[in-house]
T-cell receptor
Framework: AQKVTQAQTEISVVEKEDVTLDCVYETRDTTYYLFWYKQPPSGELVFLIRRNSFDEQNEISGRYSWNFQKSTSSFNFTITASQVVDSAVYFCALSETSTDSWGKLQFGAGTQVVVTP | DSGVTQTPKHLITATGQRVTLRCSPRSGDLSVYWYQQSLDQGLQFLIQYYNGEERAKGNILERFSAQQFPDLHSELNLSSLELGDSALYFC????????????FGPGTRLTVL
């Protein structure tokens, strides 16, 4: 069963618009970690953020912000004032801490963000 | 640049063949992970090694195997290749804590004809 759901396949925005990417996860672990990665057209996977299940404080890094809500099992990502360079596929991932997990990342299907000038 | 290197960048081969993908983790990282990215399956975890020992296994086919050497580099061996094995194969590394962020290499794009 899919443990990370990114329901938005593609989002198209015009430069300077804000864009929010949804991520819903499913786990029975009480301790777990959530991640966001960016995959630009060049293909590499770039780490953006890591969050543990006990830290529900929202985080802001420049134009990026993350909203973690344990009550709804969501870890959403917002890009403020989008730029063309933000065009990429964004992946949400879950790392569970049960014995056989050992840090393996379980990725969502990804959301393609297209920012046009 | 993540500090993780993968070779080769591209690989084109025929069905039935065997290939080896190589990965060098970031300096000091003991954990190496392999992932496969394909259009139909998305990003899937294959296998993880920590300081030379296999620690976790995911959706890795029996035709695939991996190992991590004493110098911590890792190799992923794919044999009896099928058309469906065409994909982007990523290696990632992380430090002592397996739940730290993983840093990904540029990937090896495998095309099986």
């Amino acid at each position: 069963a899919q443990k990370v759901t990114q329901a938005q396949t593609e989002i198209s925005v015009v430069e300077k618009e804000d864009v929010t990417l949804d991520c819903v996860y499913e786990t029975r672990d009480t301790t777990y970690y959530l991640f966001w990665y960016k995959q630009p057209p060049s293909g590499e996977l770039v780490f953006l953020i890591r969050r543990n299940s006990f830290d529900e404080q929202n985080e802001i890094s420049g134009r990026y912000s993350w909203n973690f809500q344990k009550s709804t099992s969501s870890f959403n990502f917002t890009i403020t004032a989008s730029q063309v360079v933000d065009s990429a596929v964004y992946f949400c991932a879950l790392s569970e801490t049960s014995t056989d997990s050992w840090g393996k990342l379980q990725f969502g299907a990804g959301t393609q963000v297209v920012v046009t000038p | 640049d993540s500090g993780v290197t993968q070779t080769p960048k591209h690989l084109i081969t025929a069905t039935g063949q065997r290939v080896t993908l190589r990965c060098s983790p970031r300096s000091g990282d003991l954990s190496v992970y392999w992932y496969q990215q394909s259009l139909d399956q998305g990003l899937q975890f294959l296998i993880q090694y920590y300081n030379g020992e296999e620690r976790a296994k995911g959706n890795i086919l029996e035709r695939f195997s991996a190992q991590q050497f004493p110098d911590l580099h890792s190799e992923l061996n794919l044999s009896s290749l099928e058309l469906g094995d065409s994909a982007l194969y990523f290696c990632a590394s992380s430090g002592d804590n397996p739940y730290n962020e993983q840093f990904f290499g540029p990937g090896t794009r495998l095309t099986v004809l």
